[in-house]
């Protein structure tokens, strides 16, 4: 079974802090995990992949098997990264399977 | 590029009643997939259609149906509404060579 735990619902820092968006999984075989953005009145978005390892607006994540997780992280918090994140999960390369989504965590940074 | 275009955008139905939602995938997206997300948590996996075929099922009731056309859009069935049906139903797509998807901004169902 695919499950993925994102255990803070709500994060709220100050403009330039760091924020870490926690992401544990559990899932028997090499799973795709993602991270989704949904900013205020608009659709989910893609914000990352791991296997593609890259860092968008700032942000990163790395998949961590030996501990099941996928934290994502950004150095420096700003005021348009506000928005409610999912972490979600593929369990096989396959196009179109099905994604495992987490509770989803609202960032809130202030000025 | 529209991106993924769903119908209607809100929804108000009675219980017991019917209802059907419409979702355009992005051009080339041959991959659909539905998703409901109650208020306060993450979406739930409902069906994926691919080449008109169901090819995934999520741990919903029968009364939720779905179909893919040859031009592949898809349509989401629901009977029998109930109350715990009120949701947003997001429709994804995909690339047949891509596992990441492409939602549309959902159709808000309210059953009163």
Known sequence: ?111 | DAGVTQSPTHLIKTRGQQVTLRCSPISGHKSVSWYQQVLGQGPQFIFQYYEKEERGRGNFPDRFSARQFPNYSSELNVNALLLGDSALYLCASSLVSRVEQYFGPGTRLTVT
């Open chain 1, 1 to 111: 079974a695919q499950r993925v735990t994102q255990p803070e619902k709500l994060l709220s820092v100050f403009k330039g802090a760091p924020v870490e968006l926690k992401c544990n999984y559990s899932y028997s075989g090499s799973p795709e995990l993602f991270w989704y953005v949904q900013y205020s009145r608009q659709r989910l978005q893609l914000l990352l992949r791991h296997i593609s390892r890259e860092s968008i607006k700032g942000f990163t994540a790395d998949l961590n098997k030996g501990e099941t997780s996928f934290h994502l992280k950004k150095p420096f918090a700003q005021e348009e990264d506000s928005a409610m994140y999912y972490c979600a999960l593929s369990g096989l390369k396959a196009a179109g399977n099905k994604l495992t989504f987490g509770g989803g965590t609202r960032v809130l940074v202030k000025p």
